[in-house]
């Protein structure tokens, strides 16, 4: 009987789940493949021709390859914000997990109160500004790496505390100093919660619309969820085109989907829970 | 092991002095300097500057105007409304659905690897994208959804354009693309309660019904109080989702606080948008600051 029943329930929630989330992302597909006119029509139907080839060339070359500067500025941005975080928030997890203070409390309560809050958006730009950091790459670099390091440090704290203490102490009988005791010995035995980090913050970043919005004005430096924005009036006649940018965005997380599934569950319930 | 015979050897040369921690605090000095100076500094700034009219090279000092404003001028009042509104909406939804959704793939069920991945894929993908599509998908004539309830004869509602239906089809799409976390936080706080407990109840002769109700329900309570927290929290600070697909329109119908920071950063209102900032401040701490203590406080009791 309750075979039965699994079966009948099985069979509901694969078609609902190809219902409720599968149609979407076929949809956009389905629009890169089609020509102008088609996509026009903005229904859920199959391509006339092949023109996903055309329209990819189309997206990639308007605004004098806006696209592809706008790639190389995510992953640049990408790249460098998160290799910050993880090497300064494996740091400060690693201290604030290791020294009681009277200070932690007070730690703890800024890192909270970021994860909470929001970032305070004009007195930023204005800082930036007289910091000469506003609308340039690194200055929207540092921007990422302040916002993500509450999550971060959270997440390296709750792991850290699972590393027994002897190991750090043992190297320390032996004369390493702290700097050795934390990148020769501790950061190495981090490597699982690391992988977990960079794969959740990587996600983030690139997929970060709101702070490239703010930070980092003006064309030159678009970064991809900027292009899809920029790109939402130029093509609001041409939608083969504005679904083609959003399949190509999509490709990175994709692949990082595929790769590292279930890193990314484990951070994201992991650094949820304890937060 | 190089690693430790280098060091050992070096003992007698180093000698670190007894009272020096291994644990200096100067390795948060890196952090720190860029978390108070691009985060902790704008945020104390941001307090006097609410209270300016301010255009970013001189402020002058008006008191508590931008806040009087901000409580007298109808669409700014019906930002906050609305904020809080998405907040509960998204959250509650999220809960329920994000249970649901872990319950169902927890259990014995086919392509269980498949539906998990399909559910949670959505979280992954840029939230631009996805308001874009689906502004499309709700386009109230040519749209997809509406004319696949044209099919079962529904007239189907204009989705974006209806001044009394945005903020919701907006929150509805934030479930969509929220709801897979929600649902991997459930599946993790499930899958840690041990299985004797169900037979235990099984054996007491209590109902797949009541085994959820008495044994899943109060043990995954770790995992509701992070998921009602998480989506409250990002609810009330969603900006890009609205952007994206209605832009706060039509009219101010479904502007949040946070989209409203941003149309008075883009008009020029520097002060009245950092003392909107001020305003979400104040609105996540006297919702959320209760709402953690209160889901602790039970938590303790059970």
């Known amino acids: 009987m309750s075979f039965v029943r699994n079966y009948w329930l099985s069979a509901v929630a694969i078609v609902v789940s190809a219902v409720v989330f599968l149609i979407p992302f076929s949809f956009i597909i389905l629009m890169a493949f089609k020509d102008k006119t088609q996509a026009q029509l903005l229904d859920f139907s199959w391509p006339q021709g092949m023109h996903l080839w055309s329209n990819i060339v189309e997206v990639v070359t308007t605004r004098n390859w806006m696209l592809l500067t706008a790639f190389i500025n995510s992953t640049i941005l990408t790249v460098a914000s998160v290799t910050l975080v993880v090497i300064l928030s494996a740091m400060v997890g690693f201290v604030l997990q290791r020294r009681k203070t009277k200070f932690n409390g007070l730690i703890e309560f800024l890192i909270l109160a970021g994860l909470m809050l929001p970032p305070a958006v004009v007195p930023t730009i204005w800082l930036l500004q007289g910091l000469g950091l506003f609308g340039k790459l690194h200055g929207l670099v540092l921007i990422e790496v302040a916002y993500s390091l509450p999550f971060s440090i959270l997440l390296y704290r709750a792991f850290i505390a699972t590393i027994p203490r002897e190991l750090d102490e043992a190297a320390i009988i032996d004369g390493a100093r702290p700097f050795d005791v934390f990148f020769r010995i501790v950061l190495p035995l981090l490597w699982p919660v690391t992988v977990t980090n960079i794969v959740v913050q990587s996600v983030a970043i690139f997929n970060d619309f709101t702070n490239p919005l703010y930070y980092l004005p003006g064309n030159a430096n678009a970064t991809v969820q900027l292009t899809l924005y920029n790109f939402q009036s130029q093509f609001s006649t041409s939608y083969n085109l504005l679904f083609t940018n959003i399949a190509l965005i999509t490709i990175p997380p994709l692949i990082v989907f595929l790769f590292f599934n279930r890193q990314i569950v484990a951070g994201m319930t992991a650094g949820a829970v304890k937060g | ?302």
């Open chain 2, 1 to 302: 092991m190089a690693v430790m015979t280098e060091t050992a050897a070096a003992v007698p040369v180093v000698q670190v002095p007894k009272r020096r921690s291994p644990y200096p605090a100067s390795f948060f000095l890196p952090a720190a300097v860029i978390y108070g100076v691009l985060f902790l500094l704008p945020t104390f700034a941001s307090l006097y500057f609410s209270l300016t009219r301010w255009t970013l090279f001189n402020s002058t000092f008006i008191g508590l105007d931008n806040f009087a404003q901000f409580l007298r001028e109808p669409f700014l009042i019906k930002g906050l409304i609305n904020t809080v509104l998405y907040a509960v909406i998204t959250s509650g939804l999220k809960v329920v659905l994000g249970l649901l959704l872990a319950v169902l793939l927890t259990s014995q069920i086919a392509a269980r690897g498949y539906l998990r991945s399909v559910v949670f894929f959505p979280v992954l993908v840029s939230t631009v994208g996805v308001g874009i599509t689906f502004t499309i998908l709700m386009h109230p004539t040519q749209g997809m959804i509406n004319e696949a309830l044209a099919v079962i004869g529904i007239k189907g509602p204009g989705w974006l354009v209806n001044p009394s239906l945005a903020l919701f089809s907006v929150a509805l799409v934030d479930v969509w693309k929220g709801v897979g976390l929600a649902t991997v936080i459930y599946i993790a706080g499930i899958v840690a309660i041990p299985k004797d407990y169900y037979e235990a109840a099984r054996i007491d002769g209590s109902t797949k019904w009541q085994s959820f109700l008495y044994v899943t329900l109060p043990l995954c309570r770790p995992a509701t109080v992070t998921v009602i927290l998480l989506s409250f929290i990002g609810g009330l600070r969603t900006f890009d989702l609205i952007w994206a697909m209605t832009r706060g329109g039509p009219g101010f119908a479904s502007d949040t606080v946070a989209s409203v920071i941003y149309k008075q950063y883009q008009a020029g209102f520097y002060g009245l948008s950092t003392a909107g900032n001020v305003v979400l401040f104040i609105l996540i701490a006297v919702l959320v600051v209760p709402l953690t203590m209160l889901l602790n406080r039970r938590e303790g009791h059970e």
